[in-house]
């Protein structure tokens, strides 16, 4: 084990009791990751893919946005791209979705209104239940979810 997430999933669930954290030696497989990510109450992550699946499974989700070589630009521009393609351009507010500044990222009150946020996408979707199932087939065909 190296300075991956593993310690940074130990301090969390030290704070956060109800984080289930799972071990694995190997790559979490896809339909793994679908499966946990597709059941849980909300994802917090800092990885795209998370974003992706948990958009895909209609599961709010919470990324931030990390630096790489001091610039948040790769991941904003790949995750808001990806938002604003699937939830439509013309009333995302990517704030809803990505956050920058973790200091009140795990607090129940932020993630709570974050969330609350994000539902009125879904409701808007629903408005249009046939480009959201066209949407999320497409996602789960590109990562081969079935």
């Known amino acids: 084990q190296g300075f991956g997430g593993e310690f940074q999933g130990e301090y969390l669930k030290k704070c956060i009791p109800e984080i289930v954290l799972l071990k694995n030696d190997s790559f979490l497989k ?73 200091k009140n990222l795990l607090e129940p009150s932020a993630i709570a209104e974050k969330t609350r946020k994000q539902r009125k996408y879904i409701l808007s979707e629903k408005k249009n239940s046939d480009l959201k199932e066209q949407r999320t087939g497409k996602i789960k065909e590109m990562a081969g979810i079935r």
Do not use: P
């Open 30 to 102: 896809i339909e793994d990751a679908w499966n946990v990510i597709k059941h849980a109450e909300y994802v917090i992550c800092d990885r795209y893919h998370a974003l992706v699946l948990a958009t895909a499974a209609g599961t709010d989700c919470i990324m931030y946005l990390r630096e790489i070589d001091g610039d948040r630009q790769y991941y904003f521009n790949k995750s808001c791209g990806f938002l604003k393609k699937v939830l439509g351009e013309s009333y995302l507010d990517e704030s809803d979705f990505l956050v920058l500044d973790r």
